[in-house]
């Protein structure tokens, strides 16, 4: 079946301009994250949906960061008047019900560049 | 809090020698353990996973790891690099599903 997809695969823009990413997880999957790695560096959790529960937000570095999930599928990550240290590869991934332990498939990821 | 740390943010081997990619994590519970690869260009894949399970964990592509509670370590190994294994590796910990905290990764880099 299908993997998860992002989109746009690249994104530049200039600093002050908001942008929206998007994803799409594994259908039937209930438990959506976003992740972003800068260069040079690992992973940085930001933002995790399951089910109808609350997200936990707890990774977002700024109040400009906010992310929605449409049900169990569509979501976008909108960052909002962006600053040059927001360039990084932002990540997308699906587990089927977000339980300690399962596989979290990754999305290919979307590019930003901040100029 | 979980951490990860891995030794070694380059690691360079000869085609058909070992493969030994090191992970350190810190839990306050008994956790789960991952390793991904990274390929140039691609998105992350699973190698593989520790669930508390069988402490010997075989992956795809001829990799395993150990993980060991005393050393709260779970390295990746692999008995004959191939070219193809060159990519970044990422050790990752997680206690509860909500999120996974990553490692800084590791480049692997093999020589013909």
């Known amino acids: 079946g299908a993997g998860v997809s992002q989109s746009p695969s690249n994104k530049v823009t200039e600093k002050g301009k908001d942008v929206e990413l998007r994803c799409d997880p594994i259908s039937g999957h209930t438990a959506l994250y976003w992740y972003r790695q800068r260069l040079g560096q690992g992973l940085e959790f930001l933002i995790y949906?399951?089910?109808?529960?609350?997200?936990?937000k707890s990774g977002l570095p700024s109040d400009r960061f906010s992310a929605e999930r449409t049900g169990e599928s569509v979501s976008t990550l909108t960052i909002q008047r962006t600053q040059q240290e927001d360039s990084a590869v932002y990540l997308c991934a699906s587990s089927l019900q977000g339980l300690a332990g399962e596989t979290q498939y990754f999305g290919p990821g979307t590019r930003l560049l901040v100029l | 809090a979980q951490s990860v740390t891995q030794l070694g943010s380059h690691v360079s081997v000869s085609e058909g020698a070992l493969v030994l990619l090191r992970c350190n994590y810190s839990?306050?519970?008994?956790?789960?353990l991952f390793w991904y690869v990274q390929y140039p260009n691609q998105g992350l894949q699973l190698l593989l996973k520790?669930?508390?399970?069988?402490?010997l964990v075989k992956g795809i592509n001829g990799f395993e790891a150990e993980f060991k509670k005393s050393e709260t370590s779970f390295h990746l190994t692999k008995p004959s690099a191939h070219m193809s294994d060159a990519a970044e590796y990422f050790c990752a910990v997680t206690e509860d599903g909500n999120k996974l905290v990553f490692g800084a990764g590791t480049i692997l880099r093999v020589k013909s």
């Open positions: 839990s306050s519970v008994p956790p789960y």
């Open positions: 520790y669930t508390s399970a069988a402490t």
């Open positions: 949906f399951q089910g109808n529960s609350a997200p936990d």
